[in-house]
T-cell receptor
Framework: NAGVTQTPKFQVLKTGQSMTLQCAQD?????MSWYRQDPGMGLRLIHY???????DQGEVPNGYNVSRSTTEDFPLRLLSAAPSQTSVYFC???????????FGDGTRLSIL | AQSVTQPDIHITVSEGASLELRCNYS??????LFWYVQSPGQGLQLLLK??????LVQGIKGFEAEFKRSQSSFNLRKPSVHWSDAAEYFC???????????FGQGTTLQVKP
């Protein structure tokens, strides 16, 4: 049982480059979300999805794009990377209501 | 506004001593409350959750938390801390219908031998 799988685990980008962080879950969960973790700020919600074809913005959506074409996958796109997007990114999924979220192991992203 | 506050950024306790990590929340609807633990370089592991019912909830690794609606608090406790408990702890409040979580800033626990 793989759970929530994030790739890559580490990535270094130059300012202005674009990339996609991948997130896949094999638990048939409806809810998926992306968070970023920065020192002293906990985790902050970037985007979330309550099902295939449905996405919405979280607390810090600017500079990020998402889509949810399948239940399993929820990629996060950085359109033009900026140093302020250096962070650790976590993807999470959850089943129906009243269930906790399952987190991936994170992607550590550095923007130079 | 919805928010979670963990007043203690850093706590140091001796091994074998008791532990209490504080968490206060502001949330308009019925709160669903969680405590997660994160070891360095790792992801988040769920310690325990509160959705409804008994306000004292038991979790993994000997942790428990008590929901106090009147104080808007959900403090985490452990009677005897082990060196392996050293980690960062996050309190979070969530929505049942969207899966959105609001996290506190985290509390780093250091355990002295």
């Amino acid at each position: 049982n793989a759970g929530v799988t994030q790739t890559p685990k580490f990535q270094v980008l130059k300012t202005g480059q674009s990339m996609t962080l991948q997130c896949a879950q094999d638990m048939n969960h409806e809810y998926m979300s992306w968070y970023r973790q920065d020192p002293g700020m906990g985790l902050r919600l970037i985007h979330y999805s309550v099902g295939a074809g449905i996405t919405d913005q979280g607390e810090v959506p600017n500079g990020y794009n998402v889509s949810r074409s399948t239940t399993e996958d929820f990629p996060l796109r950085l359109l033009s990377a900026a140093p302020s997007q250096t962070s650790v990114y976590f993807c999470a999924s959850k089943d129906r209501e009243n269930q906790p979220q399952h987190f991936g192991d994170g992607t550590r992203l550095s923007i130079l | 506004a919805q928010s979670v506050t963990q007043p203690d950024i850093h706590i140091t306790v001796s091994e074998g001593a008791s532990l209490e990590l504080r968490c206060n929340y502001s949330y308009g609807a019925t709160p669903y409350l969680f405590w997660y633990v994160q070891s360095p370089g790792q992801g988040l592991q769920l310690l325990l959750k509160y959705f409804s019912g008994d306000t004292l909830v038991q979790g993994i690794k000997g942790f428990e938390a008590e929901f106090k609606r009147s104080q808007s608090s959900f403090n985490l406790r452990k009677p005897s801390v082990h060196w392996s408990d050293a980690a960062e702890y996050f309190c979070a409040v969530g929505s049942s219908n969207t899966g959105k979580l609001i996290f506190g800033q985290g509390t780093t626990l250091q355990v002295k031998p």
